[in-house]
């Protein structure tokens, strides 16, 4: 049992090994933590992970060249917890999770047109707890209906009241992305990894900007057929 966890993690510091040459397309003679240092450079998942694939690096050399083969074979034997680490790092960095994977699907997103009813929408939101709704006309995204909208539609219509009857098209003006004055939007295409989406809430954390909702369509582009969408609490209930 022993001898197999030194032969498993060996094992995974080739795949990643492998996997790194054919990625830079190098010599035999580079090393892996100058791989590891390249890959980290030009790859955000290597860099979220190199520290600790530069410690496995280290056991593995430890392993390889080990002085006192003839009477210490192995020289150490890796703990289980930090082989199943490194092959969780390993699935990370070789099979990158896209952010479709977690995203909420075109086909389970409440939208609304410009002719629904508001209050109807407004009761969904309240009964769902949906902060923001997008709003589809010829299966393009116009815009945002969200509690901002709602704000911004009363703040500037100091005397408004919402009828009954009222209908989505009322608040166009507070509609597309760039009327929601105390958020934003960002698209990303459908190759984007979950990382890259991820980063995107942390830079917008740092810089006091509050991202509503990360869209996903086929290319990144605005005017492109929702596929898919993600907020913050897509990202922190991503491990659940």
Do not use: C
Not at 74 to 89: A, T
Not at 113 to 139: C, G
């Amino acid at each position: 049992m022993k001898k197999n966890l030194s032969e498993k993690f060996l094992q995974i510091y080739n795949e990643i090994d492998d996997y790194m040459r054919k990625q830079l397309k190098v010599e035999q003679y580079m090393d892996h933590g100058m791989l590891l240092r390249q890959m980290a450079d030009k790859n955000r998942v290597f860099s979220e992970y190199y520290r600790d694939l530069k410690t496995f690096a280290d056991i593995r050399n430890l392993l390889v060249h080990n002085p006192y083969k003839a009477s210490a074979d192995p020289i150490l034997i890796p703990h289980e917890y930090i082989v199943n680490k490194y092959e969780e790092i390993k699935n990370q960095v070789l099979h990158p999770k896209k952010a479709l994977s977690i995203a909420v699907p075109r086909s389970a997103i409440y939208t609304t047109t410009l002719e629904d009813n508001a209050l109807d929408v407004m009761q969904t939101m309240n009964d769902k707890v949906y902060t923001h709704v997008p709003v589809i006309e010829n299966n393009k995204m116009v815009g945002v209906f969200s509690e901002n909208t709602i704000l911004s539609y009363l703040s500037h219509h100091k005397e408004a009241l919402i009828f009954k009857d009222m209908k989505i098209k009322e608040f166009a003006e507070f509609i597309p992305l760039e009327k929601h004055l105390s958020e934003s939007f960002e698209f990303v295409d459908r190759n984007a990894l979950l990382i890259d989406v991820e980063e995107l809430f942390r830079k917008g954390l740092v810089n006091r900007k509050r991202i509503g909702m990360v869209f996903i369509t086929n290319s990144g582009k605005k005017d492109e057929e929702l596929l898919g969408l993600l907020t913050s609490w897509d990202i922190a209930g991503k491990e659940s």
